[in-house]
């Protein structure tokens, strides 16, 4: 089969192919269940950031699901490397990957059919960054609307593995874009507390203290990690603790962190703005330089550019 010389190569099962030619049995238990566990990490100027985190979290989701990717870690990092690699020259200037690993249960023979030999099934695949749909979000600030659809909890299903099963995820993300087009979801618990959205954890700043839900009750996610260990290291106090809906309408301000945004700023919780009105406030304005300086990257900037004029 030809393929257009512009197209992405993915990693699948042990050979690295054209992105049409990786095909998902309709056996795939990935693809009927959801029965897969997948991560994310994005490139900064084309390099991949915290890989390692990236991989050590995606393994534990793996192991929490039982399922044996029948590679180590080490071999997964190669192989994310090797495929952004040879994804490079398609990329722009300005572009940057999301470089995402994902490893599905295998395929599941229909009973009476002979047993397939098939193990799990393996990829690696890499996209663009929606750096011009998601540039307003960096200027405006993000709409969040908590819905009616409650956060899986962690006694159903754990929040912390970052499964293929994103359905609880999806179904409040189309309420809240229902109710307000282009909010992001933020889910609450049931108990009423905020816990996190469809790719991104959630952060506010209440009374000079950075508070973020615990880490059980969302997935750990790596620009969480991050923003927290910044924070600590310019002195700003940061809690994990439960936050509810009077916490929100009286936190100067709020931020989602997210690996394709790191972290950007929330406008408006339910419509109602945060106390310090202004987007970014100076507390997120200052976690954002930090960032920028971390990772060596105008990561704003990169969204900015792509503002129409
Ligand atoms: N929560 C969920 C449910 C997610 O899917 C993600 C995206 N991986 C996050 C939070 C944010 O995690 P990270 O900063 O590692 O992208």
Redesign the pocket.
Known sequence: MTHLANERVAYFNGAILPESEARVSLRDRGFIYGDAAF??ARTFAHRIFKLEE?IE?FYRSLRYLRIEPGIGADEMARISEQVVERNRHLLGPDDDYWITQRVTRGIEAPEGDAPLEAGPTVIVECEPLPLQSRAPLFRDGIEVVTPSVRRTPPEALS?RA?THN?LN?IMADLEAKARAPGAWAVLLDGAGKLT??????FVILHEGTLLTPEPRF?????????VIALARKIGLPVEETAIDLHDVANASEAFL????LCLCPVRSVNGQPLREGRVPGPVTEKLTEAYIDLVGFDFVAQYLRRLDP
């Open positions: 991560d994310t990236h979290r929040p970052k994103y995820l996190e959205g469809l790719g991104s954890n969302v997935l750990g996610g790596i620009s969480r990690e991050t962190t997210a690996t394709s």
